[in-house]
């Protein structure tokens, strides 16, 4: 079974109408009809639901869009995973690409414990860690 992670600018993607969501939406119904496991760090939840509420708070997307988005991103089947040595490999890759935070970094640590795939719509992530990690994913 193949495995991938995504981060949260992808899944945004899916959620909101936002440029090259039609690309992430044919990379998650591909991977869907794959029967590909689909995970990612527990920190997707407190990323996706803070800018989802940020949307509405911002009136970018009304109420309802936004409780729709909620409920949209709810329903999707990621496996949500903290492995043991999580952080500490999330630290370790922040420091080898020189990042000043260790929230994307947390991305990359997973998909790499996990040996997979980590899918981004996050140009700056993919330009520090990209050439060196062939495995990172750019959606463009």
């Known amino acids: ?44 939840v407190f990323e996706v639901v803070s800018v989802l509420r940020n949307n509405v708070y911002r009136r970018i997307i009304t109420p309802e869009a936004g409780d729709k988005a909620m409920a949209a991103f709810l329903a999707q089947d990621i496996a949500l995973l903290h492995p043991d040595s999580l952080v500490e490999q999330g630290w370790r890759i922040a420091a080898r690409f020189n990042r000043p935070t260790v929230y994307d970094a947390i991305y990359l640590a997973l998909g790499e414990l996990l040996d997979c795939e980590v899918w981004t719509a996050d140009r700056r992530l993919y330009n ?6 062939s495995w990172l994913r750019l959606l463009t």
Request: aromatic share 8%; hydrophobic share 55%; charged share 25%.
């Open 1 to 44: 079974m193949r495995r991938i992670c995504v981060d949260a600018s992808f899944v945004l993607k899916l959620l909101l109408d936002e440029p090259d969501s039609l690309r992430a939406v044919a990379h998650w119904s591909e991977w869907i009809a794959s029967d590909s496991d689909i995970v990612a760090p527990f920190r997707l």
């Open 128 to 133: 520090a860690a990209g050439a060196e990690l």
